[in-house]
C-alpha cells in the first residue's frame, strides 16, 4: 500500500479559478487557450470538441465549471446530455450515463483510471465499497476540462459498459501571458441550517518567455454545513400479526387490518452535516522544443466530515411491541397501506449517532511524448494514486422510554409523513433507560498503479496506425470491526447520561451525548470489540491491455469521413480474499481468477454536410464486478452440506454497444443533435443456489476438515453470486444550443432510456428495468451575457429510478425506487472592472427533498430536506 505525503511551500501561494485546458482524451494539447470570463466562449470551445471528435463525446470547459451553479464535479457533469446524479447530503456523490450507473462508468484523472470513496448515511448508500466514484471528495474548481466519452475506441482503456469520464486539470502553457494568477472567495448560506459556509480558491501560473517550461498550482477550501430532517419508515412490512385492536368491530376486520402494510419503525429523524473540502493541484510542463513534451502532475483531496444522526421512533416491527399494542384507530387505503394508525403502550426509542469520515485522495503522474519524426510519434505515462476512507468513529447511543401509556399515531400518505408522540414528555430524561451502545470503525482503501505506452505511425497523408500496451494495478481493502454492549437489563437511567433537546416538527426528545457515553462505557465497547467477518475482504487486480487501432481522415463519395477501427486484448488477473466460516471456524481464504476479453471497435464521422455530421460507433465493452461480488467469504457448512459465499470466478459483465448520432450545426455557436443508442448486455449478475461438486465452488479441497459428513467428493447446495441472463437498454439523446438576439443563449438536452434486465435465471426470469436508470431525464439553461453582467438559471430533472433489483425487494413489497428530482439553480455575476468579478449563486432553490419509496403504491421509506443553499463572491484575477 502506497503512501504519499503533501508537503509542498507552495501552499502559501496556491490557488484556483478557472484554467482553461485544451487537451485531446489522450492527453494531447489541440491549441493554446486564453482565459477569459466568458461562459459563453467554453460553450463554444466544448462545441469544436464535440464537432471535432471522432467518437460521440460531450465536455464541459473551464467556465462552465467555474461559473455554473455547482457545489462539486457531479453536479457540473449532470449538464451533460445521458448524465444524471444520485446526491448525498444535499449534493451530488455518484453519476449515471444513459441509464448505466456508477459501477459501470470509468473515471480518469489526468489520464489515469482512478476511484474515490467516501461514507454517507444508510440511507444514501453509507460507506463506499465499490468500484463507484465519489465526486463529492473534489471540488470542481480544481479541473480546467470535464469530458464524457460515451462510445468507445481501442486506444480508450477497458472497463466501462455506460462511459469513460476523463477529469484534467491545468496546463500553464496554455495560458496567454507569462504569469496569471486568480483568487475567488465566497460566502454560502444555507437556510435550513441556518449556518454560514465560506469557500475559498487560488490559482497561480507561469512561463518563461520562451513558452518552454511552466509551472501551475491551484488550491481550493471550502465549508459545508448543512441540516437534513424530515420523516423516515425503514420499509413497510405485512408480515407481523397486529395482536389487539380495539378500533377493529370484529376478528374479520383485524384479519383484514394484518393483511396490509404499515411502517417497521416511523420515526423522525435530525442529520447535521459538518463538511470540510481541501484540494491542491500542481504542475510542471517542460516544452523544449516542438516535438517534445513532459508533463508532471499532482492532486490531493481531502475531504473529512462529521454527521450526526438523531432519530425519534416507535417500533412496530418484529422484536419490537406489536403483540402488546393496541390499534385505536386507523386508515387503509385500496392498496392495503394502512396511511395511518393510532396505538396504545408502544414501544418508543430514541437514537443519537456520531460519525467521524475522512477521505484522503492522491494521485501522482508523469506524460512524456515526444515525435521522433515527421510521421512517428510516441508518449509515455505513468502514474499512481490512492484513495483512503477511513470512518474510526460510527458510534450509535440508544435509549428506550419506559412504561409509555399514552397514545402514538403516524400518518404517511404518499405526499408526506407524520408523527404525534401524544402526551407522553420526548424531552424529558428521567423517562428513558439507557439500553444500548454500538461502535463500528470502519475503513477502505483503493489504489491504482498505471503504466502505458503508445506509438502512433501516419501511413500516409490520410491514414495512421496506432498502438499501445499497458498495466494497471488495482488494490481494494475494506475493514469494519463491531462491538455492541447491552445495557437494557441494567435499569440505567437515561438522565445519568450526558445530553441534551433536540427538535424537528414541533416534536422536542432527548438526546444522549455520544462521546461521554463512549468514554464512559469505553471497557465494556473494548471488550466486546471484534471483526466483521463479511467486511474484512481484499481484492487485488492486474490489469494487462494491448491494443491496435487504424484510423483515417479520407472521403467518402466526396464527403469527408474520420474514423479508427481497432481491437483491444486485455487479461485480467484477480486475487480475491475474504473471511469464511467453517463449521463455526473462522478461516481466512484467497481464490485466484483469471480471464481475458478481445474487444473491437468502430467509429465514423461523415460530414454529411459542411455543417452537419453523421456518427456511427459500433463496440464490444466490458466492466468487471463488483467489489462486494468477488469474495470468497461466507460460510462452509459441513454437517449440512451448504455452502454459501460471493464468487471470486465470476466473468465481468459484457456487452456490444451501438451508436447512431447526426448533429446540425445550423449556426455559430449552435447545435441541433439527436442520438440513438443500444446495448445488449450478454450477462447480468445475480444469485443461485444449485446443488454441485466441491469442486464447483473453486474453492481448494485442504480446506475441509475431517469432521462432517460431507467431503470433496459429495453433492453440495452451492450458494453464491453467478453470471446470469443479461438484457438491452436503448435510448435516444437531443441536445438543443443556440444564442438569440446576441446577449441571450438556451441549452436544452433530454434523454430517454427504456431497459430490460433479467435479474433471474434462464429457467426462472424475473425481469425489470435497470437499477438506477431514469426513464427520462431534462436539462436546460438560460443564459444572458452582455458586457460586465451575466445571468444564467439552470434546470435539471429526472425520474423515479430503482435502487434495488426486484429479487432484494423486502417484506413482501413489489419494487424499492427513489422518486425523481427538479432542482433549480441560479447564478449572476457583475464586472466591477478587468481585475474584479461580484457573484451570487443560489442553489436547490426550490428545496428538492430527498424520497425514497417502497412498492409501486408509493409507500414513503425516507422523505428528507437539506434546504436551498446561497453563495455570494467576489473574484480576482491578473
Known amino acids: 500500500m502506497k503512501t504519499f505525503q503533501f508537503k509542498p511551500l507552495a501552499l502559501a501561494m496556491t490557488v484556483i479559478a478557472v484554467p482553461a485546458l485544451a487537451q485531446s482524451q489522450s492527453g494531447e494539447l489541440l491549441e493554446e487557450i486564453e482565459v477569459t470570463a466568458s461562459y459563453r466562449d467554453s460553450l463554444s470551445k466544448a462545441l469544436d470538441q464535440k464537432r471535432d471528435a471522432v467518437g460521440s463525446k460531450d465536455a464541459i470547459l473551464a467556465e462552465d ?80 476540462n470535464l469530458t464524457v466519452h460515451k462510445t468507445s475506441s481501442a486506444d480508450l ?82 408480515s407481523e400479526e397486529i395482536a389487539n385492536c380495539s378500533a377493529c368491530a370484529d376478528q374479520g376486520e383485524l384479519d383484514a387490518l394484518n393483511e396490509g402494510f404499515f411502517p417497521r419503525i416511523p420515526r423522525y429523524g ?70 395511518s394508525m393510532t396505538v396504545d403502550n408502544y414501544d418508543l426509542r430514541v437514537e443519537h449517532r456520531y460519525d467521524e469520515l475522512e477521505t ?30 477511513d470512518n474510526p468513529m460510527q458510534t450509535t447511543a440508544i435509549v428506550d422510554a419506559i412504561d409509555v401509556q399514552d397514545s402514538f399515531s403516524y400518518n404517511a400518505t404518499t405526499s408526506k409523513g407524520s408523527i404525534d408522540f401524544g402526551g ?74 450526558k445530553g441534551g433537546s433536540t427538535s424537528m416538527n414541533g416534536v422536542t426528545w432527548f438526546s444522549p451525548d455520544v462521546h461521554s457515553t463512549l468514554s464512559t462505557y469505553s471497557a ?136 447512431l448520432s447526426y448533429e446540425w450545426y445550423f449556426a455559430d455557436e449552435a447545435v441541433f443533435a ?34 462432517g459428513t460431507y467431503d470433496e467428493n459429495s453433492p453440495w447446495a452451492i450458494s453464491r453470486n453467478v453470471n446470469g441472463e443479461g438484457g438491452e437498454i436503448s435510448g435516444i439523446e437531443l441536445q438543443y444550443q443556440q444564442v438569440f438576439f446576441d446577449n441571450f443563449g438556451l441549452i436544452l438536452n433530454y434523454t430517454y432510456v427504456d431497459s430490460e434486465m433479467n435479474y433471474g435465471t434462464k429457467e426462472d426470469p424475473l425481469y425489470d428495468v435497470l437499477v438506477g436508470m431514469s426513464e427520462n431525464a431534462y436539462n436546460a439553461t438560460v443564459y444572458y451575457e452582455k458586457d460586465d453582467f451575466s445571468a444564467r438559471v439552470s434546470y435539471a430533472m429526472r425520474d423515479d429510478y430503482l435502487t434495488q433489483s426486484p429479487a432484494g425487494v423486502r417484506n413482501g413489497n413489489d419494487t424499492e425506487y427513489t422518486e425523481g428530482t427538479a432542482n433549480i439553480d441560479f447564478v449572476a455575476s457583475y464586472h466591477l472592472n478587468d481585475n474584479w468579478k461580484l457573484s451570487f449563486e443560489g442553489i436547490n432553490l426550490t428545496d428538492e427533498p430527498n424520497r425514497q419509496m417502497i412498492d409501486s403504491s408509493g409507500r414513503i421509506v425516507v422523505d428528507h430536506t437539506y434546504g436551498r443553499q446561497y453563495y455570494v463572491g467576489a473574484q480576482y484575477k491578473f
Not at 476511484?115 to 465499497?129: E, F, L, W
Not at 480558491?201 to 437534513?228: C, D, M, P
Not at 486484448?569 to 478461516?587: R, W, Y
Open 424 to 497: 407522553f414528555d420526548t424531552s424529558n430524561p428521567d423517562n428513558f433507560q439507557f439500553v444500548e451502545l454500538r461502535h463500528r470503525p470502519q475503513s477502505v482503501d483503493n489504489s491504482f498503479d498505471t503504466l502505458a505506452f503508445n506509438l502512433e505511425f501516419d501511413l500516409n497523408d490520410q491514414m495512421s496506425l496506432k498502438g499501445g500496451v499497458s498495466s494497471k494495478s488495482f488494490e481494494f481493502d475494506v475493514e469494519e470491526n463491531r462491538s455492541g454492549p447491552k445495557f437494557g437489563s441494567d435499569n440505567i437511567s437515561a438522565s445519568t447520561l
Open 360 to 389: 484522503q485522495f492522491d494521485q501522482f503522474s508523469i506524460r512524456a511524448s515526444h515525435d521522433f519524426s515527421d510521421r512517428l510519434r510516441g508518449d509515455m505515462l505513468w502514474g499512481a494514486s490512492e484513495s483512503s476512507f
Open 674 to 707: 439527436a442520438a440513438y443508442f443500444y446495448k445488449d448486455v450478454d450477462s447480468f449478475i445475480t444469485r443461485t443456489t444449485d446443488e454441485g461438486s466441491w469442486a464447483d465452488t473453486g474453492f481448494d479441497a485442504s480446506l475441509l476438515r475431517d469432521e
Open 65 to 144: 465549471i467555474a461559473d455554473f451553479p455547482d457545489l462539486n464535479l457531479a453536479e457540473s457533469l449532470q449538464r451533460i446530455p445521458g448524465v444524471a446524479i444520485t446526491r448525498d447530503a444535499g449534493e451530488g456523490r455518484n453519476i449515471s450515463v444513459r441509464g448505466l450507473g456508477a459501477q459501470f462508468t470509468r473515471v480518469r484523472i489526468n489520464g489515469l483510471e482512478a476511484v474515490s470513496t467516501t461514507g454517507g448515511a444508510d440511507s444514501s448508500g453509507g460507506a463506499n465499497r465499490s468500484r463507484s466514484f465519489d465526486f463529492n471528495t473534489f471540488a470542481s474548481e480544481l479541473f480546467s
Open 524 to 659: 465494556q465497547v473494548a471488550a466486546g470489540m471484534a471483526p466483521r467477518a463479511q467486511d474484512i475482504r481484499n481484492v487485488k487486480e492486474d490489469d494487462t491491455g494491448v491494443y491496435l487501432q487504424l484510423g483515417w481522415n479520407a472521403e467518402l463519395a466526396g464527403l469527408p469521413l474520420r474514423g479508427n477501427f481497432g481491437v483491444r486484448h486485455v487479461t485480467t488477473e484477480v486475487d480475491s480474499t475474504g473471511f469464511t466460516d467453517l463449521n463455526d471456524e473462522l478461516i481466512q481464504v484467497s481464490v485466484d481468477n483469471e480471464y481475458t476479453d478481445t474487444l473491437p471497435s468502430l467509429n465514423l464521422a461523415l460530414d454529411v454536410h459542411e455543417d452537419m455530421v453523421v456518427r456511427f460507433s459500433a463496440a464490444d465493452v466490458m466492466a468487471r464486478p463488483e467489489l462486494g461480488q468477488l469474495t470468497p467469504g461466507g460460510s462452509i457448512d459441513q454437517f449440512n452440506g451448504t455452502v454459501s459465499y460471493g464468487n471470486p470466478k465470476l466473468d465481468p459483465f459484457r456487452a456490444r454497444a451501438f451508436d
Open 157 to 238: 482503456d477497458e472497463g466501462s459498459l455506460g462511459a469513460t469520464v476523463d477529469l484534467n486539470t491545468g496546463r500553464p502553457l496554455d495560458y496567454a501571458d507569462n504569469f496569471t494568477f486568480a483568487a475567488n472567495g465566497q460566502m454560502g448560506y444555507n437556510d435550513q441550517s441556518e449556518e454560514i459556509d465560506p469557500r475559498t480558491s487560488f490559482l497561480v501560473a507561469g512561463k518563461n518567455e520562451a513558452g518552454t517550461i511552466g509551472w501551475l498550482a491551484t488550491y481550493s477550501q471550502s465549508n459545508r454545513n448543512t441540516l437534513e430532517q424530515g420523516f423516515s419508515s425503514v420499509r413497510w412490512t405485512a
Open 270 to 339: 435530525k442529520f447535521t452535516h459538518e463538511q470540510e473540502r481541501q484540494g491542491f493541484t500542481g504542475t510542471l510542463q517542460f516544452r523544449p522544443s516542438d516535438s517534445t513534451e513532459i508533463l508532471v502532475d499532482y492532486l490531493t483531496s481531502r475531504f473529512d466530515a462529521t454527521r450526526e444522526e438523531e432519530f425519534v421512533s416507535v417500533s412496530l416491527k418484529d422484536g419490537g411491541n406489536y403483540p402488546e399494542f393496541d390499534v385505536t384507530d386507523y386508515t387503509i387505503d385500496g392498496n392495503g397501506t394502512i396511511t
